[in-house]
T-cell receptor, first 112, second 115 residues
């Protein structure tokens, strides 16, 4: 069975640009969460979506937004990129809210 | 507010020796606790989780952890280290009563295994 799939795997953007990251959860999983992992640190919670509704938001600026589609896949959007947005962005899926989370391999975003 | 503290950013053991990675948590409600492992350039893999059942939790690859409420600890152990155990390990906590799915991670511990 396919795990959590994230695309692209690597991305280089220029300051001020916009980026969209994509996540396909495990089949049957209705909850998707996004995390930012800066080099040398633990992942930080950005968003959680369940049944296409936002159910949790971390301490990130409004430049960060996300959505979940009817097939439960999800997009993370970041506007007006800053150098500090350079990080590994991880997506995790779960059958339900609060359940065990399976993580994807992440998207490595570099902002130059 | 919940938090996780992993004591020791780097731990080095010899192959075959005991592995002990320390994690202390803070939570005002009964927690769910997790240990994840991350290999270079990869995502997080769940090793084990505590969700208020047995306090001694067995996970994959020979790892186990014990939930000690009185010490607010959830230390990860493995009796005999293998070279393939070298990786970054993260302890995480979530609120058992929460519907947000939010995990709070520690800063991570890098495990080095020497031959």
């Amino acid at each position: 069975d396919a795990g959590v799939t994230q695309s692209p795997t690597h991305l280089i953007k220029t300051r001020g640009q916009h980026v969209t990251l994509r996540c396909s959860p495990i089949s049957g999983h209705k909850s998707v969460s996004w995390y930012q992992q800066v080099l040398g640190q633990g992942p930080q919670f950005i968003f959680q979506y369940y049944e296409k509704e936002e159910r949790g938001r971390g301490n990130f600026p409004d430049r960060f937004s996300a959505r979940q589609f009817p097939n439960y896949s999800s997009e993370l959007n970041v506007n007006a990129l800053l150098l500090g947005d350079s990080a590994l962005y991880l997506c995790a899926s779960s059958i339900r809210q609060g359940g065990g989370y399976t993580f994807g391999s992440g998207t490595r975003l570099t902002v130059v | 507010a919940q938090s996780v503290t992993q004591l020791g950013s780097h731990v080095s053991v010899s192959e075959g020796a005991l592995v002990l990675l320390r994690c202390n948590y803070s939570s005002s409600v009964p927690p769910y606790l997790f240990w994840y492992v991350q290999y270079p350039n990869q995502g997080l893999q769940l090793l084990l989780k505590y969700t208020s059942a047995a306090t001694l939790v067995k996970g994959i690859n020979g790892f186990e952890a014990e939930f000690k409420k009185s010490e607010t600890s959830f230390h990860l152990t493995k009796p005999s280290a293998h070279m393939s155990d070298a990786a970054e390990y993260f302890c995480a906590v979530s609120e058992s009563s929460s519907n947000t799915g939010k995990l709070i991670f520690g800063q991570g511990t890098t495990l080095q295994v020497k031959p």
